[in-house]
């Protein structure tokens, strides 16, 4: 138990802290304090996640799995690399259900397969549901008219100039 009075903190003792102030006392030539990963970037949860990576709900242990995971590599391969590997495994297995939850879900069950959504995943879902509404009302016609780029708009008018116009007879009557 730490004396609230002291200034000072026992040598060997653990603490929460910001990931911002952990990685500032954690790195350079003088490191007051050692970092480890938090619980869901260990090798014990990654067991979790290399049997099914898409049943881990991110969104309640860690709606920020991927930014975390970003910051953390500042601390070298040999803290983070191995959370890395893992990471980039889960990403891509649920980056396919993502996908089809995004391209297959009705707005009625939006909600069930989007539970367990990082912020990122949310992100990138909310991504394919409007491309895939932007799909459905282009094939169904409720597009705006379909316009020609700028550039071919020039290039026609340019031709309109250049075309010989013929002039009646009738205009050169004097």
């Excluded at 619980?39 to 049943?55: G, L, N, T």
């Excluded at 991110?58 to 983070?80: C, E, I, Q, T």
């Excluded at 939006?110 to 509404?133: K, Y």
């Excluded at 932007?134 to 026609?156: D, G, Q, T, V």
């Amino acid at each position: 138990m730490m004396d609230p009075i002291s200034l000072d903190i026992p040598a060997g003792t653990r603490l929460e802290l910001p990931i911002w102030l952990a990685l500032a006392l954690g790195s350079g030539r003088r490191q007051v304090l050692t970092v480890d990963l938090p619980f869901i970037y260990r090798d014990s949860f990654s067991e979790v996640f290399d049997a099914d990576p898409s049943v881990v709900d991110l969104r309640r242990k860690a709606p920020l799995f991927y930014l975390l995971l970003f910051s953390l590599m500042s601390l070298g391969p040999s803290k983070a690399g191995t959370a890395a590997a893992t990471a980039a495994r889960v990403f891509q297995t649920r980056l396919k259900s993502v996908m089809d939850a995004a391209l297959n879900a009705s707005r009625h069950d939006t909600l069930s397969s989007t539970a367990r959504f990082e912020n990122l995943e949310m992100a990138l879902f909310r991504v394919g549901q409007t491309d895939r509404q932007r799909l459905e009302r282009w094939n169904a016609r409720y597009h705006c008219k379909i316009e020609p780029n700028a550039f071919l708009k020039s290039l026609h008018r340019s031709s309109q100039n250049k075309r010989p116009r013929i002039l009646n007879d009738s205009t050169n009557q004097v």
